[in-house]
Nanobody
Framework: QVQLVESGGGLVQAGGSLRLSCAAS????????MGWFRQAPGKERELVAA????????YYTDSVKGRFTISRDNAKNTVYLQMNSLKPEDTAVYYC??????????????????WGQGTQVTVSS
């Protein structure tokens, strides 16, 4: 069983930065693509960023391109999301997720089967 624990959320002013971390344990971390999702009140959960198990391939939703960076350290079983130039519309609960595949293939809710408990990110204007 894969266990994912997020940290690094909090309250930040618009234009500020946060770095989320996700520590994985249980079933092997290597070999799995990893992703960060977010869900704002009243909205559907959306994939924000994804990274292949090798780290060579990444995906970003359009609204965060150029501002967010996903990375991973397979030796530490940890994935990160560096968030810069934060906007109030980035406010959401952010979830780390593990895929059953080694890369992202365009079907996030099918591919990602393992979830963390979520961490709140609030951006004030």
């Amino acid at each position: 069983q894969v266990q994912l624990v997020e940290s690094g959320g909090g309250l930040v002013q618009a234009g500020g930065s946060l770095r989320l971390s996700c520590a994985a344990s249980g079933v092997t971390f290597n070999g799995r693509a990893m992703g960060w999702f977010r869900q704002a009140p009243g909205k559907e959960r959306e994939l924000v960023a994804a990274i292949s198990w090798s780290g060579e391939s990444t995906y970003y939703t359009d609204s965060v391109k150029g501002r967010f960076t996903i990375s991973r350290d397979n030796a530490k079983n940890t994935v990160y999301l560096q968030m810069n130039s934060l906007k109030p519309e980035d406010t959401a609960v952010y979830y780390c997720a593990g895929s059953v595949f080694n890369d992202y293939y365009g079907k996030p809710l099918f591919e990602y089967r393992y979830w963390g408990q979520g961490t709140q990110v609030t951006v004030s204007s």
